[in-house]
Every structure is written in structure tokens, then in C-alpha cells.
Nanobody
Framework: QVQLVESGGGLVQTGGSLRLSCAASGRSFSGNAMGWFRQAPGKEREFVAAINWSGGSTRYADSVKGRFTISRDIAKSTVYLQMNTLKFEDTAVYYC?????????????????WGQGTQVTVSS
């Protein structure tokens, strides 16, 4: 059974940092791109960041560029999202996703597997 399990969410003050982790099990995603998405109450799920199969290429939403860093440890089957200089508007449930291919897509429909999400709340 394929599973993506996120962890690391929580409550942080504006300007603070958090690191999210996403552990994959059930199959190897070493040849697939991985992504992070987020969804705030009343809003659609939106792209945050993606990383290619080797970790050598990344892609970010404009809203997080320069503040967030995505990385992956292939040996540990884990993807990370380091979030710095957090803002109130970063508050959302953050989801990890695995693409069905090597493409770093921005649309949720291009990702085949999803985690259950982890809540990130930034207090102003």
C-alpha cells in the first residue's frame, strides 16, 4: 500500500520557520517528481513547490520563492519543505504529492499520490 505521510506542521509566529517532512512507503518514487501543495479554508489547493527525481531541479510558486526550500533524500524516501520567514497568509494544510512521471507539474491533477496533510498555522 502506497503511503505519503507528512509531519512537522504546527503553530509558529510570523517570521518563524518550520520544516515539513514527507515519508513515502509502499513503492519507490526515486524516478518521480515530488511536490508540496497547500489549501487554506475556502480556497482551492495551490502549488507550493516541486522537485525532480534527482533533486537537482526545483520549482516554486512566486508567493514562496526565496523563503521556502524543497529537498529530497532519495535513500530515505523523504521529501522536505523548509519554510522560513513565514507569513500569516502561509497558514494552510500542506500536502505532499507524488507525480506519476518526472514532470514538476503545478496542477494537482498531475499528481497520483497524496498524503493526508499537515496543518501549518502562522500567528500574526
Amino acid at each position: 500500500q502506497v503511503q505519503l505521510v507528512e509531519s512537522g506542521g504546527g503553530l509558529v509566529q510570523t517570521g518563524g520557520s518550520l520544516r515539513l517532512s514527507c515519508a513515502a512507503s509502499g513503492r519507490s518514487f526515486s524516478g518521480n517528481a515530488m511536490g508540496w501543495f497547500r489549501q487554506a479554508p475556502g480556497k482551492e489547493r495551490e502549488f507550493v513547490a516541486a522537485i525532480n527525481w534527482s533533486g537537482g531541479s526545483t520549482r516554486y510558486a512566486d508567493s514562496v520563492k526565496g523563503r521556502f526550500t524543497i529537498s529530497r533524500d532519495i535513500a530515505k524516501s523523504t521529501v522536505y519543505l523548509q519554510m522560513n520567514t513565514l507569513k500569516f497568509e502561509d497558514t494552510a494544510v500542506y500536502y505532499c504529492a507524488a507525480s506519476g512521471s518526472r514532470g514538476m507539474f503545478v496542477l494537482p491533477r498531475n499528481y497520483d499520490y497524496w498524503g493526508q496533510g499537515t496543518q501549518v498555522t502562522v500567528s500574526s
